[in-house]
């Protein structure tokens, strides 16, 4: 009888373990849930600070609840921390093929001084499937220079989207969506990664990046500065031009948009706007696909240039989390190996009728992020292998 008491108390006692050890595991997911994307907890012990231990990364393909999605991060945070403390010198020296790859990027980019609208034509016929332009297109700076000078024709509210943008007709029938300037390139927009409006400059930074990178997918981008007296508000649409007013010496238009209200209009320099200008794809030629990946504006639930001293790391998990890359595009961000990133997107930016387009710390923290980025593929190549993370 005493035996059997003994027995049930044993019993009780590791039952009651087990309930207060799954109640301090729950409590520790709910406090831990609350740490920013991209962060790992610390403590200080000792005197020197040290990270919590981290959760089991994901196997490729393993399913999981949603809400360990946020510690599935943390922990690649860390991972990826620790490989970039140790990575391989060839990773920070200059690739020898990065002088040829930039002398190719620069040669079509010439400043050209004629504006001809027949180019139109040519850049429809470059669309397909996988991308918006060839590889090799030397009609590139002459077309650039045709949709950053083109006379407007017409102009409108493009009613896509969340914020304020316009919808322009060029000359010979070219469409182009504008987004007007906001922000000074200096400013730096605090808070989480949506915050703020659309930055003008990270479009046409964007286009020249997908140049660099070999992901010709971005449609044609040019920064164009416009007087509005003189170029849109002769041929702006009657609810566009019932948008303007005078503000001091400078012209202000709020136009028709979701977010678009009185009380937050966007002024010129006096008349002058500037912008980034964006080709209109015809949508005869595309398809709308959700990502899985794209970001909202619920803070919470899973960037461009808008802090250049923060990362975001979660930015990578399509990365991180399958470890599947194609061999030529891992080829291609080797050749900026050694802190080149940011000089050759600077390069490119010269030739932009706004430049500079990005402040030197946006410039700097490319070559930051691509290390960032060596770091987590060099994780995947641990885990897995590089023969089954890099396909063809």
């Known amino acids: ?168 007709t060029l000359a010979g029938g070219q469409r182009a969506i504008f987004k007007p300037q ?38 044609l981008t040019v920064g164009r500065k416009l007087n509005l007296r003189r170029e849109l508000i002769p041929v702006a649409s009657d609810n566009l031009l019932d948008t303007f007013y005078q503000e001091g010496n400078n012209t202000c238009f709020y136009g028709v948009c979701y977010y678009c209200s009185p009380q937050d209009p966007v002024c010129a320099q006096k008349d002058v706007l500037e912008g980034a200008l964006i080709m209109w794809l015809s949508p005869g030629k595309l398809k709308k696909l959700r990502s899985p990946w794209q970001r909202t504006y619920k803070a919470g639930v899973a960037a461009s240039f808008g802090n250049p001293h923060l990362d975001h790391v979660d930015i990578l998990a399509p990365l991180y989390q399958c470890c599947i890359l194609r061999k030529s595009t891992w080829q291609r961000l080797r050749q900026f190996s050694g802190g080149v990133l940011g000089s050759t997107l600077g390069a490119l930016l010269e030739h932009s009728h706004i430049s500079p387009v990005l402040a030197a710390a946006h410039l700097r923290a490319l070559d930051r992020r691509l290390m960032t980025t060596f770091a987590a593929v060099e994780q995947c190549f641990s885990r897995y292998g590089r023969s089954s993370v890099l396909l063809s």
């Not at 000074?184 to 808070?191: C, D, K, N, T, V």
């Open 1 to 168: 009888m005493i035996v059997k008491r003994q027995c049930a108390v044993v019993s009780l006692g590791a039952l009651l373990v087990l309930v207060l050890s799954a109640n301090v595991y729950f409590v520790y997911i709910i406090v831990d849930d609350t740490a920013p994307y991209g962060s790992a907890t610390s403590h200080v012990s000792g005197g020197k600070s040290e990270r919590s231990r981290p959760y089991t990364l994901l196997s490729r393909g393993e399913q999981v609840a949603p809400g360990f999605y946020r510690n599935t991060t943390m922990t690649a945070a860390y991972h990826i921390e620790a490989k970039l403390a140790s990575l391989p010198l060839k990773y920070r020296t200059i690739s020898p093929r990065h002088g040829r790859l930039l002398q190719q990027l620069l040669e079509p980019m010439n400043k050209s001084t004629t504006v001809d609208t027949s180019q139109w034509a040519i850049a429809a016929k470059w669309v397909n499937a996988r991308e918006v332009m060839p590889a090799w297109a030397p009609q590139l700076g002459s077309m650039l220079h045709t949709l950053c000078s083109s006379r407007i024709l017409h102009a409108d509210n493009a009613l896509q989207g969340t914020q304020l943008k316009l919808i322009l």
């Open 182 to 219: 906001w922000y000074s390139r200096e400013a730096i927009i605090q808070g989480p990664v949506y915050a703020g409006k659309d930055r003008h400059n990270a479009e046409v930074a964007a286009f020249h990046l997908s140049l660099a990178l070999g992901l010709r997918r971005c449609p």
